[in-house]
């Protein structure tokens, strides 16, 4: 009679004991996903802090990126090939910048919030991006290309 009983005693441990375990792999991948999420954001905040940065110390890339977002037609058209192309190495930089972002929410690593909440919107609305994206749309994946064309509705006509 007594076996019986220590063997559901000895069953009921062994799953209490599964179950435990369990939580605490969960738990685990649990705090591994908060600790990758906050690493990813730690690393983004560095990297657009890095672009700031870059124009801060170089009042050159400053004054062109800031004439570039207004600039008109007539002004475009006197930049010389450097400007044009300095220029470009600053928008693709960006915009690639802000694709790891767009692709870190695709995988879900983070939520899709850090898409408006590191700063990009003043790249979107500008003159600089409109008239790059014919240039910057082939250094970017299609699906990104396509999402931001939908954000900025005037990047299709470029």
């Known amino acids: 009679m007594l076996g019986p009983l220590v063997r559901q005693v000895g069953e009921a441990v062994g799953l209490l004991g599964v179950v435990a375990s ?25 990297a657009v802090a890095g ?21 008109d037609a007539a002004t475009w058209a006197k930049l010389s090939a450097s400007d044009a192309y300095l220029l470009r190495s600053y928008v693709v930089a960006n915009v690639r910048l802000y694709e790891t972002v767009y692709l870190q929410v695709q995988q879900h690593l983070l ?3 850090a898409l408006e909440n590191l700063g990009w919107t ?37």
């Open 22 to 46: 369990l939580v605490f792999v969960g738990l685990e991948l649990r705090q591994s996903r908060i600790a990758a999420r906050a690493a990813a954001y730690q690393e983004l905040g560095i």
């Open 122 to 158: 003043h790249l979107l609305d500008s003159e600089l991006l409109l008239r790059m994206w014919p240039q910057v749309r082939a250094a970017v994946t299609p699906g990104f290309a396509s999402y931001l064309e939908a954000e900025q509705p005037l990047l299709r006509g470029s």
């Open 51 to 71: 672009n700031w940065m870059d124009r801060a110390n170089n009042r050159e890339l400053n004054d062109l990126v800031l004439l570039a977002m207004t600039a």
């Open 111 to 113: 939520d899709a919030d």
